[in-house]
């Protein structure tokens, strides 16, 4: 279940990973997502991840824990303990904290960097055109393993030029994994090419408290 080949037009057919984000959601509720097979996981607040994850992972030790919500440098150290991959790198203060407690912990983590595509002003990210040299910033100088890039673009807007325009970015980094799409518009984002999907309410139904 998590890897799953989709064949959209102007695509070629390549794996997709699923992240079930799970946010809100209990073990209970988690746990037949688990044994089902699934074992990629989407989880938005360091806190709620600790109160959950460790035994769940106890328990089924191949899980990969993704965060995909915004990050403190408070929570740098809990975040590495924690998660296989943060999404959410977007300014240098936390590329620094995590490049410290990644070598302080001897820990092996994938990170993506938070474009903020519709150059929104309170949404976290990266600004479009300041994305290169942070991208270069935070596999030089900070040592950190960027794999991909990561969007969440503007509600009520049309999500295609966002998601082209990370692709774009990742391109001319030659970074491989897109992370864009999800419960409503997971399918548009692999036409085009998502490598990644978090999809929450439509594996785990709709949540009673947004997140
Ligand atoms: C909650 C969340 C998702 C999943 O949203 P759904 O609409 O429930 O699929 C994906 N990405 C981020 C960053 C989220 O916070």
Known sequence: MTQAYFNVKNRVAAPVTLV??????????????LEAGQRVF???????????WPALKHEYPDVKLHLIGPLQSNKAADAVA???????VDRTKIAEALAKETKKQKRDLQFYIQVNTGSEPQKAGILPEAAD??????????????????CIPPVNENPV??????????????LAELSMGMSSDFEIAIGAGAT????????????QITK
């Open 133 to 150: 040299q942070f991208i270069i910033d935070c596999k030089e100088k900070y040592g950190l393993n960027v794999v991909g890039l990561m």
């Open 20 to 33: 079930a984000v799970s946010k809100t959601y209990f073990a209970v509720d988690i746990r037949p997502v």
């Open 161 to 174: 030029p966002h998601f082209k325009m990370l692709a774009q970015i990742a391109k001319r980094n030659s």
């Open 42 to 52: 989407g989880e938005n607040r360091v806190q709620e991840a600790q109160e959950k």
């Open 196 to 207: 990644v999907v978090r999809v929450g309410s439509a594996i785990f139904g709709s949540r």
């Open 82 to 88: 924690l998660f296989d991959v943060i999404q959410t």
